[in-house]
């Protein structure tokens, strides 16, 4: 016996986050866009309470690593839970990625998974 599904099962999709850039902090920090649809908006925030969770817990291992990358690189800041559903992605001094990052108009995070 077959059955099928009224409605699709949701797979990984792609967002797009606004970032902007801390100077004072070498931080870029992403929040969640308005113009995500209904589904989008509940991922990004079952996400971002599962990265506040995981931080009280000491980190979790069962809660993924959220990384950054970038120009050619991966892993090149860690990110972390921040206030109103944002994303903070710190960048120590002397990491130059940071500096070229910043140097691009536009600057946007692509969310893939």
Not at 1 to 11: E, K
Not at 24 to 49: I, N
Not at 61 to 77: C, D, F, H, K, Y
Not at 96 to 112: H, I, M, Q
Request: proline share 7%; with cysteine; hydrophobic share 40%.
């Amino acid at each position: 016996m077959v059955t099928a599904a009224i409605r699709p099962v949701p797979q990984p999709m792609a967002m797009i986050g606004i970032v902007t850039n801390n100077v004072m902090t070498r931080t870029l920090v992403v929040s969640r866009p308005d113009t995500l649809g209904g589904y989008e908006k509940l991922s990004w925030r079952t996400a971002h309470e599962k990265l506040v969770k995981a931080e009280r817990a000491g980190w979790d291992s069962r809660v993924p690593t959220l990384w950054a990358s970038g120009l050619g690189q991966t892993n090149i800041a860690f990110g972390m839970p921040g206030d109103n559903l944002t994303l903070s992605f710190h960048f120590p001094a002397g990491k130059a990625v940071y500096r070229e990052l910043v140097s691009k108009p536009g600057l946007s995070l692509f969310c893939d998974r």
